[in-house]
């Protein structure tokens, strides 16, 4: 029987790669050791579709790390959903070969893999086969959306997505590499600290150093520079500032490639790095963009064009904005008049007694009897003040099934400032490895230019406390006598980077749940205690809310509906402009 059902894998395996001339190392089977006819199918349709080869060598390299069988897992996910895509067309019956295996998978339940973070991921997916929309978690639903590779990606491609996501979402650390003859410098380069860069860095660093101590310069790693020389401290000293200087580059590379060209030079930034990424941040970077790319360097990453993703998000926000026009012309004049109220009440006229100005006959006897000359009553305008708005977009990959409705909610907010003649400032952050990436789409002398808030997209994760802190410092250097913070997002931060010193496990210390929220609350509340109101506009599910409150208390709007958008929003920007 067993004979029997390996015999029937194999040829399921060899009719869906359509090629009998190897050997299937091994095949799938149910609990009851019968060929599972999809899953196998999968197995063939990779060699069929992709460079198999160049996969099994991908594989035979995570092997090097203790958790090969983890990412591995993560890897056929993807697989299967690019090979579905890829082979629906000419099977139709796989439709209903795929809900079957699903619907199967999920009453059978799941095997307890390395961190049940992969079972949760595997589970999600197949519900999502099915047409559900399960509650997962922040770290499950940003792994997942990037896990659903496209049928028209090519072996490279695949490849390349598949070691960004490691490389993004897990952390590297001495416990994930396996013992060699260099492993006393394993545990030398690594430190007892997260290294935070990813595979390719770190082959970088210990190739550098086994250069070093082999003094042999033959060895020296691609994009390295050699060193002079010298049995001296100090040289020791420069080919390591040498060596870092250079890894920071490559990152640097790297995320420019992926959201566009800093708008500030590296000393800028690194200035304002040492203000802001210390304590929970202390390992963090900051990146400032436009989203603005050097076209000599697109479209060299993952074999795409990151500036291409932006200008088909931004078409799918304006279509979803015009396909809603009439509904958003009128949430843009209503929410006007409520803003154009509010300041009107703060301009109101009152008199004040004074000794100057119309005489108050009513008052004349206070001179007499009480030698007060203020018998005059003179005008006094209440005047809120010179006023600006920052808008702060959370732009994580948690975000991707509602980009377009951000987009127009940001668009609607600034446009009713801007008719307000109120300075508005409009940036995205998310957070990509070390780097949160703060995205300018419009700053607050560019009154015309609401339509680049459109370029608005997200991917990544969310340091939401770095976020904050770096949108309070900004608006500081701002001339205005008042400011105001409005956030949209979903009020749950996630970085598998983690909290700085807190150890390795990223399920237990990643920036997430209580770590993530405890910071961000932290750093709302120091906002406001320097003067600046700070309000959210909610823009996450029903199991987010708890923790959105716990960060904005009552300065929290959730929009129920598109059509209770500028009253919800217009009472939460009048209650705080009233507090100024």
Known sequence: MISNEKQRAANIIWNAAQDYSFQPESGAFDRN?????????????????????????????????????????????????ACYEKGRTERPILQDLRQGYAQKFLANGFEPAFYYLVGEIKKAHFQHV???????????????????????????????????????????????????????????????????????????????FLKQFKNDDSGAAEGIQPV??????????????????????????????????SILSESQTSAIEQILCVGNHQNCRLHFTRGEFDPAETGKKNGADPKNKVFKQRKSNQSY?????????????????????????????????????????????????????????????????????????DASGSQQNRQEIIATEAYIIAESLTRCQIPVSVYS?????????????????????????????????????????????RMKKTPSEHKLLIILSDGKPLDPQGIAGNGYNPD????????????????????????????????????????AKKIYGHNLARIHSPEKFADVVGVLIRNMLNSL
């Not at 050791?33 to 099994?56: C, F, H, S, T």
């Not at 008199?351 to 005059?376: N, Q």
């Not at 957070?431 to 607050?444: E, W």
């Open 130 to 208: 099915l047409g559900q929309e399960p509650p997962m978690r922040e770290q499950v639903a940003v792994i997942l959306t990037d896990l659903q590779f496209d049928g028209a990606m090519d072996t490279d491609q695949i490849i390349a997505r598949m070691t960004e996501i490691i490389d993004t979402y897990f952390v590297f650390s001495s416990s994930k590499i396996k013992k060699s003859p260099f492993d006393f410098l394993d545990r030398l380069l690594l430190g007892g600290q997260h290294f935070s860069g990813g595979r390719n860095e770190f082959r970088l660093v210990r190739r550098f």
């Open 228 to 261: 002079a020389k010298n049995n001296g401290l100090d040289t020791k000293k420069s080919w390591w500032i040498n060596f870092s200087g250079q890894i920071k580059e490559i990152k640097r590379d790297e995320i420019q490639n992926l959201f566009g060209r």
């Open 508 to 547: 237990e210390f990643a920036y997430a749940d209580s770590l993530g929220v405890n910071d961000v609350a932290a750093e709302v509340n120091q906002g406001r205690q320097q003067g600046i109101p700070i309000i959210c506009i909610f823009t996450g599910l029903d199991e987010d809310l708890p923790a």
């Open 321 to 393: 904005y015009q396909k809603n026009l009439a509904r958003n012309h009128t949430s843009i004049t209503r929410l006007t008049d409520k803003i154009k109220n509010t300041l009107l009440l703060n301009l109101e006229t009152t008199f004040v007694r004074s000794e100057s100005g119309r005489l108050a006959t009513g008052k004349i006897w206070r001179t007499c009897y009480l030698d007060d000359s203020r018998v005059f009553l003179k005008e006094q305008k209440n005047e809120i003040g010179s006023l600006s708005v920052d808008l702060l977009l």
């Open 33 to 81: 050791g019968k060929a599972d006819l999809y899953w196998n199918y999968i197995l063939g349709a990779v060699r069929r579709y992709y460079d198999y080869p160049q996969i099994e060598a991908f594989f035979h390299a995570l092997k090097r790390g203790r958790d090969y069988e983890f990412y591995e897992s993560l890897t056929w996910i993807g697989l299967e959903n």
């Open 429 to 473: 952050f998310c957070t990509r490895n070390v780097y949160t990436v703060i995205n300018l789409l419009r700053d607050y002398d560019e009154s015309g230019k609401n339509e680049r808030i459109f370029n608005y997209h997200a991917s990544g994760c969310n340091r939401d406390g770095l976020a904050v802190r770096t949108a309070i410092h």
